[in-house]
């Protein structure tokens, strides 16, 4: 559910959340399915009692929800817009590199793939 919030707050919330490697790991991980403590605990080689507390921090900044299920609790991104952001934001920061070429063919971004005019000082 999408709710209005302060831009600040949003960006101190997605700063927090994702500033702990292992958080990082854990949202990495939840973007592709819902997650259980435990499992998390296994696939990422860390004590079930680390991952529950990095949960919680997620769920206090109001990346992920938690959903019990019987004996055990299902942790998911909170809302699907922000899966597709942070999605994003891992697609786009992972090949930032200001001498490389854009690799997007369709890419739309004003002066990311305009050749650059040379200066007078590079011209001899």
């Not at 831009?7 to 101190?12: E, L």
């Not at 696939?43 to 019987?70: A, K, M, Q, W």
């Not at 809302?79 to 590199?97: E, G, I, N, Q, R």
Request: hydrophobic share 40%.
């Amino acid at each position: 559910m999408l709710t209005i919030a302060s831009r600040v707050d949003v960006m101190n919330r997605l700063g927090r959340a994702m500033a702990d490697p292992t958080r990082s790991r854990i949202l990495l991980s939840l973007l592709g399915s819902p997650g259980y403590p435990a499992k998390l605990a296994r696939e990422l080689e860390l004590t079930r009692t680390n991952v529950s507390n990095h949960l919680t921090c997620l769920r206090g900044c109001g990346i992920v929800v938690s959903e019990p299920e019987g004996r055990q609790t299902r942790y998911e991104i909170a809302d699907p817009h922000l899966s597709a952001a942070l999605t994003a934001l891992v697609d786009v920061t992972l090949a930032v590199d200001e001498n490389v070429p854009c690799m997007d063919p369709g890419c739309t971004v004003l002066g990311c793939c305009e050749a650059e005019v040379p200066s007078s000082e590079d011209v001899s």
